[in-house]
């Protein structure tokens, strides 16, 4: 319980990061609006989703590794039976 408490928690920490990231975005964005100054915001813009990309990718790495080291413990003779 606690090991998926742990996971949980390692998991869910990068998205409220992103969530503070992505809310402090949005202020700039609606401050540059404000100001009329669109080029900035464009270019903003496309590093903040490059970066959530980057975010998206280390988390489905980290979980086809996990993935891979559960599949590698399984034994490939395995014979799972109807009760």
């Not at 090991?3 to 969530?19: D, E, G, I, M, S």
């Not at 998206?56 to 395995?78: E, F, R």
């Amino acid at each position: 319980m606690v090991a998926l408490r742990n996971l949980l928690t390692a998991l869910f920490l990068p998205v409220k990061l992103c969530l503070f990231v992505f809310h402090y975005r949005v202020g700039r964005v609606r401050a540059a609006r404000a100001a009329g100054d669109r080029g900035a915001i464009s270019i903003e813009l496309a590093l903040a989703i490059i970066v959530l990309v980057g975010i998206a990718v280390a988390i489905l790495g980290v979980l086809l590794g996990l993935a891979n080291k559960v599949k590698s413990q399984v034994p490939k003779d395995a014979v799972v039976t109807a009760p």
